[in-house]
């Protein structure tokens, strides 16, 4: 593979397509090409970066999540605290909530947790 | 060309300072016909950037739409779009893009959503699209209505994300494994920072209109006899945060044919033939399962509205029909494991179902109707109330077909689904309505129930020059809509039924409504085979999809047609002098507003700025339904879904329709109760005539069914003297000829004892 990209090539390559690409350096997800106008360039990191957001995605973040994770320009709120719960729901399981949740997702959370502190309590006792 | 407002000019609330928007006006202009539409948007968009601009302005397409052409404007230059299929279409927008050049694709993705992308506009640069539009109408007997979708809502799907991301601002995701590259705008909850839109548009009608109006807009409009109508909005700009919705209403019921030629000797034409052509309901026992969509977008004013009309449904059922009821957001919650009989001591038990049902959760609607199907044994009718607010609407319309029953909607909401609720009904041979939150839910349902379960027709049969095939079955209130292509002058449709035939002329016509209806019928069938294509395959590399039947149809309807489809997209690049290569544009999505109706915290709640919001599992199959002791976390998780659950108290009162209280208090043999015989009939026979009154008889309205009850029950009253059986017969006379007397016909409906005196007042009067 060339060592410089065209943006057709790095979206052939990454499996994405340039619109999208395009979307991404937007928001900041990727670095724009190494130079602007005629020959504008992208390089295997530009390739990468795309390999990360896609493994990111697959995951389950959300673009503007994945911002903050690989630093774009969203980084100011990426050492931004968050708090959360721990539920010890048996002496082998802990259950991590955010502690930030409204009260009505509160009230749903804990009673699935609820749920599976019985289930588990139940399946040890049989 | 360009056309930009130059007086609009929008800020920032908090700043007060001007907000440059990407796009900067939305306009609809075109034709409305009973048949369809043909429709121009104009899209206005302005660059205030200094470097080019790339904007993504996403849409839902109205119901039985599809896109023919488009035209982009600027300062010293037009260019016209190409269809082309949608590879080749992406490749020339990419090129155009790559060179430097004003460039534009109108690609359409699956749910009927379209991404338009113009990219490469310069700094301080207008471009204007001109988007041209088929879409189709929503038919009663009486008129039609007429739906544009001016946002785009958000929509339930079980691996979907959201999260809000500015104040007021929410942005939502669904698996490009199944969506492809579609993007999907940010949500604003206050759309008065939005781009304006607006509308001007011709009515044409055959038969004389007693009305147009709209439960959206305020609306001006100018008519002149059968002379087309004009109607515009009434303000000089709007908000992008609810459907367009105008009724148009006749005086009179009749067939309506348009024709035209459309070259090569051919002609193509559109037939309405409304549903009193085929005859009228039966009295034949139903079956029934009516399906409360009871999701968290359904919270306040709609699930109240919806329990009342479900209440007032009920009433209209008799002793030998059988009825079901089911609530379903991601779970499914059934009044009763199978049917049951429309006894008084069954109606209380829905009624106390109906007490207990909160909105809440996702929408499952597959799993709402699948339950149903599973009460029916394949036998019956569906009843769904919804806002229809789901994504992934192929692999729904799959699961219902393959379900066999018959499926009516009631839309729900002030943003369109109604593309997706129409094919849901029309791919399962049901009748759809769709109603904005600013009309009554209730007294819209009660219209629909009346019509469904009892076809007036059945075995219906087009002659071979209609595509596509006509429904099997015809029901009261909804004409059908047949498109056609005939060689012969003038031609005719032939129609034959079980028990009937009906031969329709065509007109000669003229070759502009010719070309109309043909591109209307082409819209109608690529909606049609668009609903059948699931997205696996859509997004199949184009080797695979030549293999697709669906994919292969589609491409061929696009090429006959002239239309784009998920196979053929629009694309043109316009080349000027000092484009510049390889620049690269800045990527803007066009923002849209919150429909009215949906609460911002409905989908995006309880989150602050920078939130995330996971909406369900990731590839989290459906939960298995419990069995035995089986251990249902997944059931609870799937519960979990970032939609408000309101308590009760917080709901929008609504207020009671008094018909539709008086509706729900028939009794199971049709009349009304009372502790004797004369108090019963007494008080049916001002129920009869109440109803009446509001204009409700035994064929028209939506309580016909109720009034046909109240006068099979009255027609067989006993324990009442000959004086009270002469005001009985002037009732039942009432019930047909919908002429009632003054009186407080409610009041006396309502009275506790045998008022006979003030009744036989107030028939004399």
Redesign the interface.
Known sequence: MNEYL???ELAEAAG?????I??Y??RGLVD??LK?????AYTLEHLARLERVKRL?A???????IG?IVGGVEAE?AA?PTAWWQHGVADDVVVWTRA???P??TR??R??ID??AR?LHKERKE | MSTTAASFAPVAAPTGEPIRLAMQRLWLSGRVLPAGARLTVQHVFRSGEDKPLEVVYSFPLPRDAALRAFRITGEGFEAHSELRQTEEAVKAYEQGIADGSLSALARQYGDGVVNLTVGNIRPNETVTVHLEVLAGVELRDDGFRFRFPFTLAPAYHRQMKAAVVAEGEGEMELPPSQFGDMILPRFREDAASLHEVGFDLSVLHQLAVEEIGSPSHSIRVRQDGMAPARVALAPEKDVPNRDLVLDVRYKETAAQMFAGATGEGKRAFAAIVPSTLFGVNTEAPRRTVIVLDRSGSMQGAPIAQARKAIEACLAALSESDWFGLVAFDDQVESMSAGLLSGTRENRQKARAFLGRVDARGGTELARGFLEAARMLHGGGDVLILTDGQVAGTEQILAQARAASIRLSCLGIGSASQDRFLALLARETAGVSRFVTTRERVDLAAVDLFASIGRPVASGLKASSNVQPEPPSAVFAGTPILLFGETEEHPGAVELTWDGGRLGLPLPSGDSETGQTVRLLQGSRLITDWESRYPSEEALAPLEKRQQSRVGARLLALSQAYGLASREMSLVAVVKRAGDRADELPETRVVPVGMPQDVRFGSYFGGGTTGSFTMMAPMAAPAAAPAAGRGFRLGAALQGMITRVRLPREVEAEVSADPLVELASELEPDGGMPGRSASVRAARSVAAVLAFVAEGHTLTAGAFRSHVARLVGFLKSAGGVSDREKASIERAIEAASSGSAPRGDWLALARAPGAEWAKIEKALKA
């Open positions: 065209t943006l057709a994405v397509p340039a619109r999208t395009r979307f350096i937007a724009g090409p602007a106008g005629r020959g504008a995605q995951e389950g973040r959300m673009l503007s999540e903050r709120y931004e930030d949740m409204s009505w997702r749903q959370v009673a699935a749920e599976l289930f």
